[in-house]
């Protein structure tokens, strides 16, 4: 079956620390990937994709997210945390069935100051 | 405005009422989507509409009937709605259907709560 995991609740990194949200996935053929954020009290903004191409890929407001093939992982990072980066953040990967996007359950990232 | 538009944010039904849920998008898109967001689960997707037609429903209960009278406009009609209802209502639009590569542009939600 396909699916997306996101094994961690919730991260904590202090600000100005590298941060990553770990993300990984199961499905057939070639995955598109996705990284979305949710502030409080906000939708879903989304920060970058992978479609093919480079492994690296990067998105807004400083992050990045590396697809790595052979762990079926595609983790969201951040050179230095900053505190209003602070959400909750989703990984998403499109169902090649339904061409639907199957999303993972959230992480929450605190960063403390 | 810009981007995706959600009203209202908060919305407190009982459960014999009927109400609905309005999205409009500013972007030009084609597609059209309801999400319901629950704590700590994954976004559930109910409906998908491309070009105003519905091309997903995920056996989602009668009680909720989406409609779309054009591209850029999406209801939520409500009635008799259980407690486990109660939930986030996210709508979200793309260029096209968001599987095939386009990202989605969500609205900041309508916060649900039947009593």
């Known amino acids: 079956a396909q699916s997306v995991a996101q094994p961690e609740d919730q991260v904590n990194v202090a600000e100005g620390n590298p941060l990553t949200v770990k993300c990984t996935y199961s499905v057939s053929g070639n995955p598109y990937l996705f990284w979305y954020v949710q502030y409080p009290n906000r939708g879903l903004q989304f920060l970058l994709k992978y479609i093919t191409g480079d492994n690296l890929v990067k998105g807004s407001y400083g992050f990045e997210a590396e697809f790595n093939k052979s762990q079926t992982s595609f983790h969201l990072k951040k050179p230095s945390a900053l505190v209003s980066d602070s959400a909750l953040y989703f990984c998403?990967?499109?169902?090649?069935?339904?061409?639907?996007?199957?999303w993972g359950a959230g992480t929450k990232l605190i960063i403390k100051p | 405005e810009t981007g995706v538009t959600q009203t209202p944010r908060h919305l407190v039904m009982g459960m014999t009422n009927k109400k609905s849920l309005k999205c409009e998008q500013h972007?030009?898109?084609?597609?059209m989507y309801w999400y319901k967001q629950s704590a700590k689960k994954p976004l559930e997707l109910m409906f998908v509409?491309?070009?105003?037609?519905?091309?997903e429903n995920n056996s989602v209960p009668s009680r909720f009937s989406p409609e779309c009278p054009n591209s850029s406009h999406l209801f939520l009609h409500l009635h008799t709605l259980q407690p486990e209802d109660s939930a986030l209502y996210l709508c979200?639009?793309?260029?096209?259907?968001?599987?095939?590569?386009?990202?989605?542009?969500f609205g900041p939600g309508t916060r649900l709560t039947v009593t």
């Open positions: 998403a990967v499109r169902d090649i069935i339904n061409y639907q996007l199957i």
């Open positions: 972007l030009g898109h084609n597609a």
């Open positions: 979200a639009s793309s260029q096209g259907l968001a599987g095939v590569s386009y990202e989605q542009y």
């Open positions: 509409y491309s070009l105003e037609e519905r091309v």
